[in-house]
């Protein structure tokens, strides 16, 4: 089912996890900041979500691209995968609602509602590949798209966020 989705699922599991390498870069130049504990509850709480969408990512397009995975592996590792990803964005979005999570009115649309939408699309994909629909391969083609599109603008969003935060010194060669 997989086998004419190769190249697609070639593209989407390597760039999110290039997305996820990028933030680890960020967390670590970003950790010796003038303003250390803003710089790093802003990465903690906005970064973690995005490294979760995109791991998910990786993991199904790992699955799709081995020889032989059975559909019915492929079909159980998308549900669990989007099922948990909603539970995990209800709780993004209710620590952004109540309060805990204090920041731009638009990251709750981007990091809770959006993000859910495209799981909620890939939850029904993983029930139509195990129950062999053939536009379950479009849907989850294109939840994982959204999903990355999605992590895409909530990375730039939050590294221009860090960029003003961190420490400004003049780097030279022999830094």
Wanted: hydrophobic residues 55%.
């Amino acid at each position: 089912m997989f086998d004419t989705w190769q190249n697609f699922y070639l593209l989407m599991g390597p760039s999110a996890a290039a997305l996820i390498g990028w933030l680890f870069v960020v967390a670590t130049l970003t950790q010796n900041s003038s303003n250390h504990a803003q710089t790093a509850h802003g990465m903690r709480v906005y970064s973690t979500p995005i490294v979760f969408h995109l791991s998910a990512i990786v993991l199904v397009a790992a699955l799709a691209l081995m020889p032989h995975t059975p559909v019915a592996v492929i079909a159980g590792a998308v549900s669990a995968t989007a099922g948990t990803g909603l539970v995990y964005c209800v709780y993004v979005g209710c620590q952004m609602r109540t309060g805990k999570i204090v920041g731009h009115w638009a990251d709750f649309w981007s990091y809770a509602v959006a993000v859910s939408i495209a799981y909620a699309v890939q939850l029904a994909a993983g029930i139509g590949l195990a129950l062999g629909w053939p536009a379950s391969t479009w849907m989850l083609a294109g939840s994982f798209l959204a999903q990355l599109m999605i992590a895409i603008y909530n990375a730039w969003d939050l590294v221009t966020w860090i960029a003003p935060r961190a420490n400004s010194r003049n780097w030279t060669a022999t830094d």
